[in-house]
């Protein structure tokens, strides 16, 4: 279930609860000139439960207490007590009245001042103590954690319950429930629980959850379930300057940099639980940044946060993502120490931000106890497990989670377990949800078979013309030990049938160790990449792009067998070694392979035939996968990429042409720099020793699509250059929307900047050049070539489009100086 899937979770909707309140009230806050006005406090009298209004004025807030008054306020207004006519009230319009003005006293107009203002002493007050309260008082801590995720359809209405799309399924409406956050109708659809252990240890630096308990609503598996909550939902902490969601970096309202972005006034003082705190309120000086309006209260002495509520702004640029709201409670654990004990989270996905607009909560809440402190663990005890498997986490009995849930289910969540197991056994419902695992997956389930990728169906290149493929794997679960699969594809033009075939196999579930093999009898592109495995299945995109530029006739037939072992002794740390044998002959009457057999020059031979044995290491610290089967899911997180290969041809093995050495490193580095954006930083270097042909070159990739691709040079044509030896560097940087938002014409458009630089080194030994009889006048980057890109991401939300142009080599004959090139994909 990644972005894909969860894209597809906003076109189906369906499930139900209820539940009552004592006290609702929603509405909207004006001025006397009917004018609505932004981030205005409303608490309730008496109490510290209060929300504040968004850019459009407009406010929900529940209670489960009955109040009968409530107090509206805002700088440079005049503070309002406003009686409640009954329990439950819609549509209030609050207007309030402009203070009077006196000479001692500024009137603020929406902005705070950064002089004389107590709220930011209090400010930093909180900063200076920050890394005193909580659990970084402590060199080691352990508790007890509960998370409870669920996911609701929101914004039910009648007309949508009429909808034909549920017919048969009418009775998930028989309950509606309403959200306390902003007062919309909403029908569960997924409930999760989970139980575990933390443990840290702050001197050391190191953190480990143990999953004690696992238990959803029984769509699919809990394994798959916590792939998707990872992906979506990030652990943060509020103290932090920047808090990471949905790929992108929002600015604490306790940040040290807030006071650039935020609003902050103090709005009360009062008791809570015992401890005298401040209220602060906070909103954004500027529209369109990532950045929260909310509110907290922090205790008088020790400075630590009591409770805090935000929630994103609406003009936050960020996409599918209409609300997102975070409150937190923190509990005395004695006079000076102040610990997190709840947490709640609750995102508000939609294809559009219109008030209307239909979409899917997705809310999770996290409750803490138990908390025990300096009780040192030893260095294994942290070390991380490379396979996780306990079956049991996820088949825990009924009894097991009455006893042990730190709080009971309602009525309305219990329910949601009992409706779902009826839903399954609806015959429209299975329809749709199987509709929306194929676009997720891409595969279509038959049985134990996996019909797909149905994305790759039909392809083109010159060679083959159109391209038509089948295929499939076998497919029991998301944890098989094993896997076979394979394809058969067929080009119109060149009249051949293609195939691949490959199986895996872990044989130790521990440290993974896997056994692979396979082979495929194919037409590629082998300039697509510099950094290349054995990946018996793995064919570049360039091979048969349905849209391309120029001419792509520069194909190879390859016919490729490989057999390997892998294992990953330590987590995130993979280590293969295995056999390949590779014969590659052009596919193009225009484009050749050849190559001089004898020192006389006089004898060539078209094809080549390669035996090769290869040790390769790849290390990805801080990757985040799930499942235990041999092959995972990795969470859609950054994290760091080394790979390192080492191929020794083997020549006479198998009537092997040629005896080299060949090294290759690749180094990518994402680097998030708070609201700046993100950089990704690429680094490839590579060398073969000993004499090779044009087959078995390191060709500069080029891109002869229309569309961007990764690690690739938009501007290169394929085999234009050429190398034995290289070294390349690509820098981009996304500074999603950062600079953009700062121009009100280009504001609301919620474009994203995107900047880029690639360059490549490269040189062919004398002995190679003497050898090449293909006709391909051997060009290498001795000059450094370098391009440099400019582009704009979020068109529609959907759509990237890049500008290229060449720095260098712009006067060679059939080069694009300058290209532009698109990219789809679901962006937050």
Known sequence: MHKKLFFSLLLIAFFSSLSFSQTKISGIVLDKKNKPISFASLAFKGSSEGVVSNEDGRFYLESKKTYSTIFVSFVGYVTREVELPQQVNYDLKIVLNDEEVLEEVKIYTGKTSKKNNPALDILRKIWERKRKNGLKMFNQYEYEKYEKVEFDLNTIDSAFMKSKIFKGMEFVFDKVDTSKVTGKTYL??????????????????????????????????????????????????????????????????????????????????????????????????????????????????????????????????????????????FEVLNDSVFLLTRDHMMSDFALNKKEKSKGVYGKRTTLIRNHKFNIEKPEKFYKEEVNFIDNEVYSKPKEFWDENRFEKLNKDEEGIYKMLDTLKTVKKFKQMYNLVSILGSGYIEIGNFDYGP????????????????????????????????????????????????????????????????????????????LTTTNDVLGRSFASSSLFSSGSNGKLTNINLSTASIEIEPIKNLTIQTGFSYRTLESASNTFKLDYF??????????????????????????????????????????????????????????????????????????????????????????????????????????????????????????????????????????????????????????????????????????????????????????????????????IFKVFRIDCSWRGNYRDIPGTNNFTIKGEFGFYF
């Open 454 to 529: 149905i994305f790759s169906t039909v392809g083109f290149n010159e060679v083959e013309g159109t391209r038509i493929r089948i295929g499939g794997r076998t497919y029991f679960g998301p944890n098989d030990t094993w896997r076979l699969q394979g394809y058969s594809a067929y080009g119109f033009k060149d009249d051949k049938v293609k195939y691949g075939i490959s199986g895996k196999w872990m044989v130790n579930k521990k440290n993974r160790v896997i056994l692979s093999g396979g082979n495929r009898r194919d037409v590629e592109q082998i300039g697509a990449s």
């Open 597 to 794: 057999t004898d020192n006389t020059f006089n004898t060539t031979k078209s094809e080549v035939k390669q035996s090769e044995i290869n040790l390769q290491v790849e290390y990805t610290p801080n990757k985040k996968t799930i499942g235990y089967g041999v092959e995972r899911r990795n969470v859609d997180s950054p994290f760091s990429t080394f790979f390192v290969n080492y191929s020794q041809g083997l020549k006479g093995f198998i009537n092997s042409d040629f005896d080299y050495q060949k090294i290759q490193l690749y180094y990518k580095q994402p680097i998030v720099i708070g609201p700046l954006g993100r950089t990704n930083l690429t680094m490839e270097l590579g060398k073969t020793y000993g004499k090779i042909p044009l087959g078995l070159m390191s060709v500069v990739p080029g891109n002869q699509t229309y569309f961007v691709i990764g690690n690739t040079f938009s501007n290169l044509n394929f085999y234009e250059f050429v190398a034995d030896q290289y070294a390349t560097f690509q820098w981009e940087h996304n500074f999603n929307g950062r600079l953009l938002s700062r121009i009100p014409l280009m504001r609301k458009l919620n474009w994203r900047e995107i900047i880029g630089l690639r360059s490549v080194y490269g040189t062919v030994s004398d002995q190679n050049k003497l050898i090449n009889a293909s006709g391909l006048i051997y060009v290498s980057p001795e000059k450094p070539y370098f391009e440099y890109s400019a582009g704009i991401g979020n």
């Open 188 to 329: 569960p659809m997924f409930i999760n629980e989970a139980i575990s252990d933390v443990y840290g240890d702050n001197k050391k630096g190191k953190v480990k959850e143990v999953l004690k308990a696992n238990k959803n609503s029984g769509l699919t598996n809990g394994d798959g379930v916590n792939t998707f909550i990872k992906d979506l939902y990030n652990d943060y902490d509020i103290y932090n300057n920047y808090l990471n969601f949905f790929d992108k970096s929002f600015t604490s309202p306790l940040s040290k940099t807030g006071i650039d972005v935020y609003n902050y006034r103090l709005a009360d003082s009062a008791f809570v639980d015992n401890k005298w705190c401040y209220n602060i309120v906070f909103y954004p000086r500027r529209k369109n940044e990532l950045t929260f309006k909310g509110d907290f209260w922090v205790n008088d002495s020790t400075f630590a946060i009591k409770n805090i509520n935000m929630a994103v702004t609406k003009s936050a640029n960020i996409n599918w993502v209409k609300e997102i709201y975070i409150e937190q409670d």
